[in-house]
């Protein structure tokens, strides 16, 4: 079972939230992951990054996968809600479907300056986290090298986000739209 | 670079809290995660689990690498700070480090009964996470086959509590003691 009949199959629609949670982001499947890491890989590869940075918690699984197949160490920034007093590269980020906010944190001495960072996430919506992410790179003074996410929701607008920044945005698969309570996916 | 060695090298102290976020809860080392992985594995292999469970962020790791190499699953139950209404399997647990409660929550549709569950996760201390892992696959109507761990702080008293409760322990390194701000490892 690859990504996409996994998607097709399992995945459920809850309003505008699709859940991904058989396979992808609460109980993660062998297979589907695989499949996924080796595509986020081979996009990452020509781009030569140096470390993955991801965002805990989900997207741990994709970028664990891939950065094994690159043989590259992976970096996961960590989410606080309430103030913070850790020596850190920190972003706040404001979640419309938690309905809170949270603040990425990297710690200044896992990210050096001039390292090539891929960026891995398992959704693109809005890309807030994903902005965040490349913010606190730049901020050290890394390269990002690209960004690259198991879904994408293509009317959430965070691919034209991070093109405004100059960051080139990967997808395994696009959610087109929902369409009565069905997922489509682009081709 | 083997985990013995980055613990040894790499590792911090402060106070009672030994840091290994360079290479293992923040930054993740590809060498020393793969053999962790691999050493957890060949633990669990015997055991026959159908699935692995830990829980988010840190325990993603090791639990990925290993699920990896057995080809299995893996479940990773979410931590909820506030009033929960999900329908799933919870616990709730109390954090001396963090000094917060939390709950950790598995979703019902992702564990069914009968299933043969591996727990794994990055440290082992007073055993409260991995004491609510177990409750949570035992109400669900799963059997534990034993529960693997990246470090474990042998003082703690976590080994005792899991084998009161049938279930057996494996730790890649155990920290036998902190003395003058150094880790000291069991041989």
Same mark, same amino acid.
């Given at each position: 079972m690859n990504l996409r009949e996994a998607i097709l199959t399992h995945a459920t629609v809850d309003g505008d939230i699709v859940k991904v949670?058989?396979?992808?982001?609460?109980r993660v499947d062998p297979v589907v992951i695989e499949g996924v890491g080796a595509q986020i890989a081979a996009w990452m590869e020509d781009r030569q990054p140096d470390v993955l940075l991801t965002a805990e918690a989900s997207g741990l699984p994709p970028t664990a996968a891939a950065a094994r197949i690159l043989g590259l160490p992976y970096i996961y920034a960590k989410k606080y809600v309430g103030p913070g007093e850790r020596y850190s590269f920190a972003r706040e980020i404001s979640s419309p479907t938690k309905g809170i906010e949270y603040r990425v944190e990297v710690a200044r001495h896992v990210l050096t300056p001039t390292m090539r960072v891929g960026i891995v996430d398992d959704f693109l919506a809005g890309g807030r986290t994903a902005a965040a992410l490349v913010d606190i790179a730049e901020e050290a003074g890394c390269t990002v090298i690209g960004s690259a996410f198991v !879904?994408?929701? /293509?009317? /959430?607008g965070g691919r034209a986000l991070l093109t405004q920044r100059n960051v080139d945005v990967f997808a395994v698969?696009? !959610?087109e739209r929902i369409e009565n309570g069905i997922v489509v996916l682009a081709d």
């Amino acid at each position: 079972m690859n990504l996409r009949e996994a998607i097709l199959t399992h995945a459920t629609v809850d309003g505008d939230i699709v859940k991904v949670d058989g396979f992808l982001n609460h109980r993660v499947d062998p297979v589907v992951i695989e499949g996924v890491g080796a595509q986020i890989a081979a996009w990452m590869e020509d781009r030569q990054p140096d470390v993955l940075l991801t965002a805990e918690a989900s997207g741990l699984p994709p970028t664990a996968a891939a950065a094994r197949i690159l043989g590259l160490p992976y970096i996961y920034a960590k989410k606080y809600v309430g103030p913070g007093e850790r020596y850190s590269f920190a972003r706040e980020i404001s979640s419309p479907t938690k309905g809170i906010e949270y603040r990425v944190e990297v710690a200044r001495h896992v990210l050096t300056p001039t390292m090539r960072v891929g960026i891995v996430d398992d959704f693109l919506a809005g890309g807030r986290t994903a902005a965040a992410l490349v913010d606190i790179a730049e901020e050290a003074g890394c390269t990002v090298i690209g960004s690259a996410f198991v !879904i994408e929701k /293509a009317a /959430a607008g965070g691919r034209a986000l991070l093109t405004q920044r100059n960051v080139d945005v990967f997808a395994v698969e696009t !959610i087109e739209r929902i369409e009565n309570g069905i997922v489509v996916l682009a081709d």
